[in-house]
């Protein structure tokens, strides 16, 4: 026995109007389906209940915007505790791991307030003997350009003083 197949070839508007028929001509009327809300008022079990429509994009909306927010909140308290908690350092991995070692200080507090002391006693009594006034402290800001100890003031604290940048 042959069967014989005839192939129809259908464009995108007699598929809908197939679709269309297909609907109507089954006599029974279109029923939408229920709301979350009603379904509630039916006493729909948790699990079984379902979104449709629009009322699905709006409670993947909201989730969404629920997540973000509380993911913009708990950066904060994540940051800190990874900063302080060692333990749960060892919780993230190792390529995730930005801490600096803290370098360990020059002074102590009580040398650097002596410092600090003398720094203030020291210019207290120069401003008495009177190293202060505006002519000298003109001279000093020009003293001050020329002389720098540290070599801040140069391009290269390493380069002589006959350098020449223009020379190049």
Known sequence: MFTIVALRFTTPRTTRKIGLLRLFSSGKPY???????????????????????RESHTAMQAALGISLF??????????????????????????????????????????????LISMQRDLHE???RGDFTPDKVEKMDTESITRDPHGWGKIHPGLGEDYDEEDE
């Open 126 to 128: 120069r401003a008495i």
């Open 70 to 115: 509380i993911a913009f909140v708990a950066t904060p308290f994540l940051g800190k505790r990874l900063a302080r908690d060692e333990e749960f350092r060892k919780l993230i991995p190792n390529w995730y791991n930005y801490k600096m070692e803290v370098p360990a200080n020059a002074m102590s507090r009580e040398e650097m307030h002596e410092q």
């Open 31 to 53: 029923v939408r389906p229920p709301t979350y809300k009603e379904q509630v008022q039916q006493g729909v079990p948790l699990g079984k209940r379902k979104f449709y429509g």
